[in-house]
């Protein structure tokens, strides 16, 4: 079987349409359709068939590309198994991170990097979603991401999951407010404040709701910012309380309560497809996300 057609196809698994599919491998949607009617003339089977006006995989088409997957592991350990004749990691690493995040590990993971002068890192930093995780760790060989504590952790086999920590979220309220002097506040007791959110579907968000679901006091939410130093500047001028990372909290402009009696927190993982972790170059990225986030949270996970 040809490779770059079984690369196709497992881009329209991971994407879910032929238009993304082709945006994803920069050519058009015809080419993917012929790429994939030529797949399935070489197999003998039918790997598509039509769900409304797309298409989605056949019994035999997600076999295929769960076989694809480990012809592509083979192949990254190939060439993993080429790279230790160096005698250091070599080669660029795409890493995609969630800004919070890179506030919090990218100053750090880039001094570390210092020791590794061959090894080149091309960083994007982009506001994510856990379900949009899977597509980018298509894009990326690593993929910084978070969750909601009460949310299920990311599906391995195709993907693998290294844990780098689990971060607090603590109530942020201006130096003047009526809770500033405690150290920790019930929910309860917030009831009618306004808050300052972030966009739904985001795990900060997800951590709100949560709460919600928990205690039944439902947060009264005014904005929504997605960018975190907006926020802390809205709630240093008054305009509502929020919840946010305790890791880059600017904590000498705001007052940091814990919520009393509630784990409120978001776990942040470097997500990547199964088998590249063999690249020197991406466990050597790993392993100092990794030193960098135990040093951040003193090894707690």
């Known amino acids: 079987m040809d490779i770059a057609r079984l690369r196709v ?26 790429q994939i009617k030529a797949l399935q003339a070489e197999v003998g089977l ?5 769900a409304g006006r797309g298409l989605r995989l056949t019994e035999a088409g997600r076999l295929l590309v769960a076989r694809a997957d480990e012809v592509f592991a083979a192949l990254e350990r190939a ?20 800004p919070s995040a890179a506030l919090m590990l990218l100053p750090g993971l880039l001094r570390r990097l210092e020791s590794a002068p061959g090894l080149e890192l091309d960083v ?18 690593v993929v910084v991401t978070h969750r909601d504590e009460a949310a299920e952790p990311f599906p391995v086999g195709r ?6 920590l689990r971060e607090p979220l603590d109530v942020a309220v201006p130096p003047g407010h009526r809770f500033a002097g405690r150290d920790r506040v019930e929910l ?11 966009d739904v579907g985001f795990p900060v968000d997800d951590v709100l709701r949560t709460l919600a679901v928990r205690t039944g006091v ?3 939410v005014v904005y929504r910012i997605n960018d975190f130093r907006i926020t802390e500047a809205l709630v240093a001028a008054g305009q509502g309380i929020a919840l946010l990372p305790r890791h880059t909290m600017d904590t000498s402009r705001l007052a940091r309560l814990e919520l009393a009696g509630i784990r409120a927190a978001r776990h942040v993982d470097a997500v990547f497809r199964a088998g590249s972790s063999a690249r020197p170059a991406i466990a050597t990225v790993l392993a100092m996300l990794r030193e960098e986030a135990d040093f951040l949270s003193g090894g707690k996970r």
């Open 218 to 220: 439902r947060p009264r």
């Open 46 to 50: 039918s790997l598509t068939e039509a």
């Open 79 to 98: 060439e993993a198994e080429l790279d230790t004749y160096r005698s250091v990691p070599r080669g660029r690493v795409r890493l995609a991170i969630f």
């Open 188 to 198: 309860t007791e917030l009831a009618e404040e306004r808050w300052i959110g972030v």
């Open 124 to 141: 994007r930093d982009i506001d994510m979603t856990p379900p949009e995780v899977p597509a980018l760790a298509g894009d990326f060989d």
């Open 159 to 164: 993907l693998e999951v290294v844990p780098l």
């Open 9 to 34: 196809l497992r881009e329209l698994a991971d994407r879910g349409s032929v238009t993304a599919a082709a945006r994803a491998l920069h050519c058009t949607p015809s080419a993917v359709s012929q």
